[in-house]
């Protein structure tokens, strides 16, 4: 079984700082407007007008992104549900109603329902555990953004699969090139945790994780710049260098991710698949 520590006591933090780039045009859609100047399908913006993607959006795509490896990956090894439930389904997730009520009355009820979560939910949370994977809202760089455009679009009738009758909207998208600050902070994170957050790291920088809507029409391709990476980890042996002494360069060292450090977290990581296979195999 993989260890997952809980929220309550520091043991890790990963910091990763990067630039997202866009390939292709994308939308991250607002809500319908109704003003008669604006397209019917305006792009999300802060409040200065600036288009922006909302943390949320990234942790929904890598969760489907990794929900989708590890169910390939459970069902290959026989592991029923116990790296990704099915959330929506009250029977095929990792915590249904009668099984929080149960383990919320044991001592240890967080330690308790932490360890009853797949590995999904351990580290992008549930309905009870905290989401071990935070990412800040990604602003745009202005420097690589001028202005955006509106793209024509026709619904489709589903049955006769022809036009509906005269339905044709207009959508806003941000177009290609459009770079975005990243940054994301991965707490407490167990070091197989980590390999499996380094595997989604590493699609978005293949571009690999498409993002926003209007797929199906060509948007949404995006990549993590590689060489605007920043790696930062600090474990509970090093957080009082780390609170005393930020920029200290034996602190700053000592928080560096190095490439072999990497390949230990993915090593753990298919480690960790093979314990909860040996595991399993004890039960049945
Ligand atoms: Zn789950």
Request: with cysteine; charged share 30%.
């Amino acid at each position: 079984m993989i260890h997952s520590p809980d929220m309550t006591t520091f043991t890790s933090r990963l910091r990763y700082q990067g630039q997202l780039v866009f390939d292709s045009a994308h939308r991250i859609g607002a809500e319908r407007s109704l003003a008669v100047d604006a397209p019917d399908l305006p792009v999300l913006r802060t409040v200065d007008g600036r288009p922006y993607i909302p943390g949320s959006s990234i942790k929904g795509a890598w969760r489907a992104y990794t929900e989708s490896v590890l169910r390939t990956i459970q069902a290959q090894r026989n592991l029923g549900h116990a790296l990704a439930c099915q959330p929506i389904s009250e029977e095929l997730r990792c915590l249904p109603k009668d099984k929080v009520k149960t383990l919320k009355d044991e001592a240890d009820a967080d330690k308790a329902l932490r360890q009853a979560s797949c590995w999904t939910c351990r580290i992008f949370g549930n309905g009870q555990i905290a989401s071990k994977v935070l990412i800040k809202d990604l602003m745009i760089d202005e420097a690589s953004f001028l202005r955006t455009e509106v793209r024509d679009g026709v619904a489709i009738d589903r049955d006769s699969a022809r036009a509906a009758d005269g339905f044709k909207y207009n959508f806003e998208a941000v177009p290609a090139g459009a770079r975005f600050e990243m940054e994301i902070l991965v707490e407490n994170a167990a070091p197989a945790e980590l390999g499996l957050v380094m595997i989604g790291l590493n699609s978005f920088a293949r571009g690999d994780i498409l993002l926003g809507g209007a797929k199906s029409r060509g948007l949404g391709w995006c990549h993590l710049d590689r060489e605007m990476e920043k790696l930062e980890y600090v474990t509970s042996e090093h957080l009082l260098a780390y609170l005393l002494n930020r920029d200290d360069p034996d602190a700053v060292a000592a928080r560096a991710v190095t490439e072999a450090k990497t390949r230990e977290w993915l090593i753990a990581f298919e480690e960790a698949i093979q314990e909860e296979v040996n595991h399993a195999q004890e039960a049945r």
